[in-house]
């Protein structure tokens, strides 16, 4: 069950990328820019997640998603659609400004929607080299950001920023001590993130790639790779079709309409 | 390949059709097959499993089947058809069986705002747990013993109306016309070799003696409550003397006590909540159960309250549950054994035979019940934790009975060898003093069970 509600607000998956910025103010001018270029109102998704274990055997996980701001809460649904054994659950998010979000979860063996809370950032997102942390959306004030330098990253020219965890609370809670992203200068894409452990060592290693533009001069990613460089695991999430907007009403995005939907 | 030129395909469909859902259409497209418009709508999905349930004190084999389940759904604009069937064969309980069972069969309208479903459904209320007072509205199979205890329920008739108000606020109307009672096996307990278990007493198939529910639901921004109403018979029974027959003639006579499952009428006012508190979550309900007939007759549960108050949150991995599960009777009356006042009169050793009787066929009607004593305290608890990328899953549920001294434990693991192929392993043993109900059961319900499921 905790695997879904890592998918909370699947829809900014990337943002995280944007969080860090250059020092001082710089720093967060650029995380705001990254954020805002690929912040969408209203979007509707699939997106399949495939997990290589070390051996090279793949398990797939697919899933669709839909999210719409209402008023002040973004409302976000996700559903899966395979692998069968898991097919029918569903979720759905209430993303509030400034205090923490509603979620439910329905399970068609279950027959009903469940309230459930959920706390744990640094845990494995559905069995992926992901994190939860990795797959919502963060809070700047969280970290600290620090410009190491600029690099150029398959042509393009890249802010590298490091982005530390304020407190050991919070380094536990995202289950890293550091992150240093690389953040195109010129249009502030993020194309790579380095995780480091808790003990400092290089963990993981996160490639998002295949932007498009959407409306409105935004962009949205369609493959996003995390590999795992102590364990040789690594995972793929691809995004197979992709909406900006939706025309969907706010009464899909209520618990009562998990069950019907099923 | 397929697959590349499916998402091609849908990307392209997406581009030129785009005022239609992303959403809703994948929910149509799990047989990736977008031929036509029917096959949009359509979701065809199930599974095969092998199942065997045993090592209990009477039985090697307690249940061993095989299975397909076969789901299919159809989803139009304001149409929609629901069926499980199920295709069922196997040995339980030392007999053989082939049988077919709908599950869930229903169709109806829906919109936005309002559904209308008619069919075989199967409609689970309540926030806790798997104790759960406000859920009065389906039967259980309580015998049907596999590694999943929502096996159990069993769908029935019914009509149901569902108003959503807002995205908050919603309403449930059912109406369900003829009843369905739930199943026990008590003739497979040891109650002595005098009671004997005869066909169901069920009420009769009329307008009046169905069974009529509401729920008036919200789903608040820091809560979830419910309050809810359900007038009908009651698919969790009690139990019934039909007759006490004495061969008076024979030298050395045996009385016969002959039972009948017997269904009672009550009205339940219930109540259920979920609370958040930062990483905690708090969940409550509770059902003030009203009948009458209770002095009269041994099948018909006092009036009570029942109540389940639970608290969860995940420790570091580990998601635990625990609950405390309770059970006043304000109007509750002990007893009396009877007293063989006349040992050498024939009349009056007959009469204590059937006082008797009587006396602890209501002593085991109020073990069912959960009504020994005026409050009734039981606690429950659940830890479960994924391994291995979550392909592993183990779960331990425990039960305590802090009232009648009964206890039960369900380990249960679970590997998801590849994305469609799961094996359960686990078991379930309960335990109790003598003449409990778990004390009854153990010797037939104790044991273990494997499972092979395969999705599609």
């Keep these: 069950m905790k695997r879904l509600t890592a998918i909370t607000v699947l829809i900014v998956s990337c943002i995280f990328c944007f969080s860090a910025s250059s020092s001082g103010q710089d720093a967060r001018e650029v995380s705001k820019n990254s954020a805002d270029i690929i912040a969408l109102s209203s979007m509707e998704m699939v997106t399949t997640l495939k997990i290589y274990d070390q051996k090279g055997n793949v398990r797939t996980r697919k899933v669709s998603i839909a999210s719409k701001k209402f008023g002040e809460v973004t409302k976000m649904i996700m559903r899966f659609i395979d692998p069968a054994d898991v097919r029918g659950t569903a979720m759905l998010v209430y993303d509030y400004e400034g205090k923490s979000d509603d979620m439910w979860i329905y399970m068609p063996a279950l027959k009903k929607s469940r309230r459930i809370v959920s706390n744990e950032k640094g845990k494995n997102f559905m069995g992926s080299e992901f994190t939860n942390a990795d797959m919502s959306k963060p809070n700047l004030d969280d970290f600290n950001y620090k410009l190491l330098s600029t690099e150029t990253l398959n042509g393009k020219n890249c802010f590298k920023i490091e982005a530390t965890p304020k407190t050991k609370e919070l380094e536990g809670e995202n289950g890293f001590s550091k992150k240093i992203s690389y953040i195109d200068k010129g249009n502030y894409l993020c194309y790579k993130i380095e995780f480091y452990d808790l003990s400092g060592k290089l963990s993981k290693t996160q490639s998002i790639s295949d932007y498009k533009p959407v409306s409105g001069g935004k962009f949205f990613y369609y493959l996003m790779e995390m590999n795992n460089e102590q364990t040789g695991r690594k995972s793929v999430l691809t995004t197979d079709a992709f909406q900006a907007g939706s025309n969907l009403s706010e009464s899909l995005f209520s618990p009562a309409n998990l069950e019907k939907q099923q | ?456």
């Design chain 2, 1 to 456: 390949m397929k697959s590349k030129i499916l998402t091609i395909l849908a990307i392209l469909i997406l581009n030129t059709l785009s005022a239609q859902s992303l959403f809703t259409d994948s929910q149509k497209d799990s047989t990736s097959e977008q031929k036509n418009d029917l096959a949009q709508k359509t979701e065809i999905s199930g599974y095969v499993r092998g199942a065997f349930y045993g090592g209990s004190k009477n039985y090697d084999l307690t249940s061993v089947f095989a299975q397909f389940a076969f789901k299919a759904r159809y989803s139009g604009k304001h149409t929609i058809l629901h069926s499980e069937i199920w295709f069922r064969g196997g040995n339980m309980f030392d007999k053989y069986y082939n049988k077919l069972d709908i599950v869930e069969a229903y169709a109806g309208y829906v919109s936005d705002k309002f559904d209308f479903l008619a069919g075989n459904q199967i409609v689970k209320w309540g926030r806790t747990d798997g104790f759960n007072p406000t859920n009065n509205i389906n039967a259980k199979d309580y015998f049907f013993l596999t590694s999943d205890p929502d096996d159990q329920n069993l769908s029935n008739f019914m009509l149901r109306a569902k108003y959503r108000i807002n995205s908050a606020i919603d309403i449930d109307l059912i109406g369900v016309p003829y009843y369905r009672s739930s199943n026990y096996r008590f003739d497979l307990f040891s109650l002595g070799q005098y009671a004997k278990f005869v066909g169901p007493t069920v009420p009769e198939s009329k307008f009046k003696n169905g069974a009529i529910a509401a729920k008036i639901n919200f789903e608040l921004s820091r809560i979830g409550f419910s309050l809810s109403y359900f007038r009908g018979y009651d698919p969790f029974h009690g139990f019934n003397v039909k007759t006490i027959n004495l061969d008076i003639s024979n030298p050395n006579p045996a009385p016969e006590i002959l039972y009948t499952a017997t269904s009672f009428h009550k009205q339940s006012f219930g109540a259920d909540f979920a609370l958040p508190l930062g990483s905690w979550i708090l969940r409550g309900e509770a059902a003030y159960n009203r009948t009458k007939g209770a002095d009269l007759f041994m099948f018909i549960p006092a009036p009570d309250i029942s109540y389940v108050a639970a608290i969860e949150k995940d420790f570091g991995g580990y998601l635990t549950i625990l609950q405390y599960v309770g059970k006043y009777v304000p109007d509750f009356k002990p007893l009396a054994e009877p007293v063989l006042s006349h040992p050498e009169n024939p009349m009056s050793q007959l009469l204590y035979l059937q006082n008797m009787v009587y006396y602890q066929s209501a002593m085991f009607n109020r073990k069912i019940f959960n009504q020994q004593k005026s409050s009734n305290h039981a606690l429950s608890l659940t830890i479960r934790k994924s391994f291995a990328y979550e392909t592993l899953t183990g779960e331990l549920t425990g039960f305590y009975n802090i009232t009648s001294k009964e206890y039960m434990i369900r380990p249960k693991l679970s590997w998801n060898a590849t994305d469609n192929l799961t094996f359960s392993i686990g078991g379930s043993y309960m335990h109790g003093p003598a003449e409990s109900l778990f004390d009854y059961s153990a010797p037939v319900m104790n044991g273990l069970f494997l499972e092979i499921k395969a999705s599609f």
